[in-house]
């Protein structure tokens, strides 16, 4: 029942009954989106995602099955992003695929070695592309293939400048720490 009261509390503007029912629930929102991103920092960006759409639905809630009711808007975005970041994973290496051909008659003077180095290329940078983590592939696709400036990619992603720039910085971390430079030579 405290839930009911504090939704009321919300309701009539109280922000902080809303911290309250954050805290409450916190954690289990976080576990819920985790399970099905098995990502953390996707799971941190969407809790926070997650609770702001709560925030905006609650006019609509009808006051039953409160926690089934937020479990539902949880997962039901994690699937959206797992859907997502799947087709841009694809996409992805799509392009990378046209960008570096696997197949193709070699020009003459290249020969067959330059065939099976340019096969090896292809296959470690598609291996190493399905390493990057689906939240940091959309960024570094947009910004280095596809030549987007930050507020190209804000719009497009639907967050602000400042989050394309920490999830930029973030990607290239994950890359310098994961990626070692002898690995591409």
């Known amino acids: ?3 009911i009261t504090l939704i009321d509390r919300i309701r009539t503007g109280d ?3 809303f911290r309250e029912l954050v805290t409450m629930h916190r954690s289990y929102i976080f576990q819920t989106i985790f399970a099905v991103v098995r990502h953390k920092k996707d799971a941190e960006d969407l809790s926070q995602e997650v609770w702001t759409r709560i ?3 609650l006019p609509q809630y009808e006051g039953k099955g409160f926690k089934t009711w937020i479990t539902r808007i949880a997962v039901n975005r994690a699937i959206d992003f797992k859907r997502a970041s799947s087709r841009r994973k694809e996409d992805f290496i799509a392009e990378i695929e046209e960008a570096v051909p696997m197949t193709g008659a070699p020009p003459l003077e290249q020969g067959v070695e330059h065939e099976i180095l340019l096969r090896e290329t292809t296959a470690f ?3 190493k592309l399905h390493q990057i983590p689906p939240n940091y ?13 930050y507020q190209d990619i804000a ?3 639907g967050i602000t400048i400042k989050t394309v720039e920490s999830k930029l910085y973030r990607a290239k971390m994950w890359v310098r720490n994961h990626w070692k430079e ?3 030579r």
């Open 137 to 149: 592939q959309d960024v570094l696709q947009a910004y280095y293939i596809h030549h987007q400036s």
């Open 155 to 157: 719009h497009a992603q």
């Open 125 to 127: 940078v598609r291996e």
């Open 1 to 3: 029942m405290e839930e």
């Open 15 to 17: 922000e902080s009954a």
């Open 55 to 57: 925030y905006f639905s």
């Open 182 to 184: 002898e690995e591409f």
